[in-house]
Nanobody, 120 residues
């Protein structure tokens, strides 16, 4: 098991910024592919952003390109700028043992989720 713990969610207004953080013990973040997903009630968990194990490649969902940035060192971060009400969701950090991953079923370990609410 690889416990992942997210932090940094909250309630903001449209146009504001937030940074989510995700920590894992044992140095796993720096050596594994990491991703962020989000989920709203009644919908499937959707991919937001991913970063390869070596940090050399990042991938984003079209809905967040140009607004969100994923990065990692010992922790993985999701910098969210110009937030919109449609970004409201529970955000999950995930770890994959693959070299690159964008599908939820390619990730083996998940955090507990952090609520992000964007008011209009």
């Amino acid at each position: 098991q690889v416990p992942l713990v997210e932090s940094g969610g909250g309630l903001v207004q449209a146009g504001d910024s937030l940074r989510l953080s995700c920590a894992a013990s044992g140095g796993y973040v720096s050596t594994h592919t990491m991703g962020w997903f989000r989920q709203t009630r009644g919908k499937e968990r959707e991919f937001v952003a991913g970063i390869t194990w070596d940090g050399g490649r990042t991938t984003y969902a079209d809905a967040v390109k140009g607004r969100f940035t994923i990065s990692k060192k010992t922790m993985v971060y999701l910098q969210m700028n110009n937030l919109k009400p449609e970004d409201t969701a529970v955000y999950y950090c995930a770890l994959s043992r693959r070299l690159e991953a964008i599908m939820a079923n390619e990730y083996e370990y998940w955090g507990q989720g952090s609520q992000v609410t964007v008011s209009s």
